[in-house]
């Protein structure tokens, strides 16, 4: 037999506990499935690809971005430069913003060249406003955002991204990187959660 996992049946069995744990099984709707996300990363790589003529650097924000980055760099044929950098305003099991933090590594070179920012989602823009000015003052030749998602609608003097996937109605989604206390990330889709989810968390309700 294959050392595969069809030889471990255990991992297979629709009763296991496992099973009863999928995250899928907190979803509430689907709202945008991974079809329309693929479509639309493709369309949205043709856009920068326009964009640009010489070379890219990516910042790719963690850990939100993660699958949609790797989805989106797969799509680029020019000479890009990949880099992540750690930034999220959301601590532990809340939907509410809370302290900010982003470190933007010195060592990474950003004079001269063309910086796109690839984030998950645009909600209030702290995030995206705070590392912009922070890759702005290493002197790029250009800065731009791209976004899978954005909240609409903004609050006045919010950040705009140049690319953005979806715009999105404001409550809390997770999926295709976007998580809710660290968990679903994994899940395909962009989808919202089951009000139960969030129940335990006391003002955390989106
Ligand atoms: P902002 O600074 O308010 O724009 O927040 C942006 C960051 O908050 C994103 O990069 C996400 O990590 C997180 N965030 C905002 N809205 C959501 C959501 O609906 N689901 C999951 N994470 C979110
Ligand atoms: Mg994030």
Redesign the pocket.
């Known amino acids: 037999m294959r050392p595969d996992m069809d030889s471990r049946p255990e991992h297979h069995n629709t009763s296991s506990p496992a099973q009863a744990h999928h995250c899928r099984h907190d979803v509430d709707r689907v709202l945008v499935d991974r079809r329309r996300i693929a479509r639309r990363v493709q369309e949205l790589a043709d856009d920068i690809r326009r964009c640009y003529d010489g070379e890219l650097t990516i910042l790719g924000?963690l850990?939100?971005?993660l699958v949609f980055l790797a989805d989106l760099v797969r799509q680029l044929p020019m000479r890009l430069r990949i880099y992540t950098v750690a930034?999220?305003?959301?601590a532990g099991n809340t939907?509410r913003?809370g302290e900010?933090r982003t470190h933007l590594d010195e060592t990474i070179e950003l004079a001269g060249r063309d910086v796109l920012i690839v984030?998950?989602?645009?909600?209030?823009?702290?995030?995206?406003?705070?590392l912009t000015a922070a890759v702005r003052a290493r002197n790029p030749q250009s800065v731009r955002v791209c976004?899978l998602?954005r909240?609409e609608p903004a609050s006045p003097g919010?950040l705009e991204a140049e690319f953005v996937g979806f715009t999105?109605e404001p409550?809390?989604?997770?999926g295709y990187g976007?998580?809710?206390n660290d968990l679903y990330r994994n899940l395909p889709d962009v989808c919202t959660l089951r009000p139960e989810v969030f129940a335990h968390d006391e003002g955390a309700t989106?």
């Open positions: 924000v850990t939100g971005s930034a999220s305003s959301y939907t913003p900010l984030d998950d989602i645009l909600d209030s823009g702290q995030t995206l406003a705070a976004v998602l909240k919010r999105v409550e809390f989604v997770v976007l998580d809710y989106p």
